[in-house]
């Protein structure tokens, strides 16, 4: 079965710090797989996607296919990353999205 | 710039109530979807759609039915509300086969919180 785990349902940290929000998925094939965050009183918004390899505000995620893992990381982190952060996946020849639980990170000063 | 737009931001409702909850997107995206937020569930999907009068149900379609009679709008339909359907509830919108194009993301309103007394 698809399935997207989000073990932490809070990450807090300080300014600064390295983040690490974890994600690993389960599927029998070439996954696609996103970040999406919303922060506090926004609407949902992509992040970033595997096959982009691109780093957005800092944050980059790597696919290791081998731990079936797509970790986002950021190394200093900044108060205004604050938000709730979900890890997706897409499987081939389907425009469906499957949602982890989400992990809210928490940056204080 | 993609808009979702949802007809209500807050809405509160009595058990066994119809309630429909409006959804509009204009970028001409064939694909729409309604979700439901809950805290430690994430975003679980309730219907899909895929083109004007098609739908398609998601892992959560029980006591929900969808319309979809505009490429532009699609709408979501509790039948007899109940309290455990009170839950915040986001629609998404994509172009078809997004993952062959540039455009390849969902794209999401702002969601309408639901309360079901």
């Known amino acids: 079965a698809q399935r997207v785990t989000q073990p932490e349902k809070l990450l807090s940290v300080f300014k600064g710090a390295p983040v690490e929000l974890k994600c690993n998925y389960s599927?029998?094939?070439?996954?696609?797989l996103f970040w999406y965050v919303q922060y506090s009183r926004q609407r949902l918004q992509l992040l970033l996607r595997?096959?982009s390899r691109e780093s957005i505000k800092g944050f980059t995620a790597d696919l290791n296919k081998g731990e079936t893992s797509f970790h986002l990381k950021k190394p200093f982190a900044q108060e205004e990353d604050s938000a709730m952060y979900y890890c997706?996946?897409?499987?081939?020849?389907?425009?469906?999205?499957?949602f982890g639980t989400g992990t809210r990170l928490q940056v204080f000063p | 710039d993609v808009k979702v737009t949802q007809s209500s931001r807050y809405l509160v409702k009595r058990t066994g109530e119809k309630v429909f909850l409006e959804c509009v997107q204009d970028?001409?995206?064939?694909?729409m979807f309604w979700y439901r937020q809950d805290p430690g569930l994430g975003l679980r999907l309730i219907y899909f759609?895929?083109?004007?009068?098609?739908?398609e149900k998601g892992d959560i379609p029980e006591g929900y039915s969808v319309s979809r009679e505009k490429k532009e709008r699609f709408s979501l339909i509790l039948e007899s509300a109940s309290t455990n359907q009170t839950s915040m509830y986001l629609c998404?919108?994509?172009?078809?086969?997004?993952?062959?194009?540039?455009?390849?993301?969902?794209?999401f309103g702002p969601g309408t919180r639901l309360t079901v007394l």
């Open positions: 998404a919108s994509s172009f078809r086969w997004a993952a062959y194009k540039s455009t390849d993301t969902q794209y």
């Open positions: 599927y029998s094939g070439s996954p696609e």
């Open positions: 595997h096959i």
């Open positions: 997706a996946l897409r499987s081939y020849n389907t425009d469906k999205l499957i």
């Open positions: 970028m001409d995206h064939e694909n």
């Open positions: 759609s895929y083109d004007v009068k098609m739908k």
